[in-house]
T-cell receptor, first 114, second 115 residues
Framework: KNQVEQSPQSLIILEGKNCTLQCNYTVSPFSNLRWYKQDTGRGPVSLTIMTFSENTKSNGRYTATLDADTKQSSLHITASQLSDSASYICVVSHPNQAGTALIFGKGTTLSVSS | DGGITQSPKYLFRKEGQNVTLSCEQNLNHDAMYWYRQDPGQGLRLIYYSQIVNDFQKGDIAEGYSVSREKKESFPLTVTSAQKNPTAFYLC??????????????FGNGTRLTVT
């Protein structure tokens, strides 16, 4: 069964610290992997999209890595800020099934405290 | 600014009533989607549309209906047949089908409460 598992479910860190969120998937075949940030009560916003041939992609203080062999991805947040408090969602895409191709993880809720 | 507008932000309805959620985009995107988000669950696809006047059922289409008469608009109707309609509904669009590399652009959602 195609699944996307994220860990931890929730995380609390101090402002200024780094953190890493994990995403393991069993989706096959695989087209691309995406990370989204969702603030409370808002829609998700795209952070990165990586194809199977990409190992890492950065967006400011956010760096995503992908190991297509082990089917694992991580999102590293550097020098966290209070505004990083949000849910981070990992999404994996099937090829050739437009519209029904995206498998969403349940998200990791990050709380950054001062 | 280009984006997706969902309205209303909050919606309250009595059980047994149909309700329509609005979604408008000015990004000139071909594809549009409706997702449902429940606490502790990943987003689930309700309906999607690749072009005007065409749409397909997603994973949880029962009790919902859509139309795509204009490229910019993709309204969702939650019917009385939907057994558990209380949820956060998200509309999204993409330049092309989601199996390609274009990101989804989401609206800010409509929170529907049915009592």
């Amino acid at each position: 069964k195609n699944q996307v598992e994220q860990s931890p479910q929730s995380l609390i860190i101090l402002e200024g610290k780094n953190c890493t969120l994990q995403c393991n998937y069993t989706v096959s075949p695989f087209s691309n992997l995406r990370w989204y940030k969702q603030d409370t009560g808002r829609g998700p916003v795209s952070l990165t999209i990586m194809t199977f041939s990409e190992n890492t992609k950065s967006n400011g203080r956010y760096t995503a890595t992908l190991d297509a062999d082990t089917k694992q991805s991580s999102l590293h947040i550097t020098a966290s800020q209070l505004s990083d408090s949000a849910s981070y969602i990992c999404v994996v895409s099937h090829p050739n099934q437009a519209g029904t191709a995206l498998i969403f993880g349940k998200g990791t809720t990050l709380s950054v405290s001062s | 600014d280009g984006g997706i507008t969902q309205s209303p932000k909050y919606l309250f309805r009595k059980e047994g009533q149909n309700v329509t959620l609005s979604c408008e985009q000015n990004l000139n995107h071909d594809a549009m989607y409706w997702y449902r988000q429940d606490p502790g669950q990943g987003l689930r696809l309700i309906y999607y549309s690749q072009i005007v006047n065409d749409f397909q059922k997603g994973d949880i289409a029962e009790g919902y209906s859509v139309s795509r008469e204009k490229k910019e608009s993709f309204p969702l109707t939650v019917t009385s047949a939907q057994k558990n309609p209380t949820a956060f509904y998200l509309c999204a669009s993409s330049l092309e089908g989601s199996s390609y590399n274009s990101p989804l652009h989401f609206g800010n959602g409509t929170r529907l409460t049915v009592t």
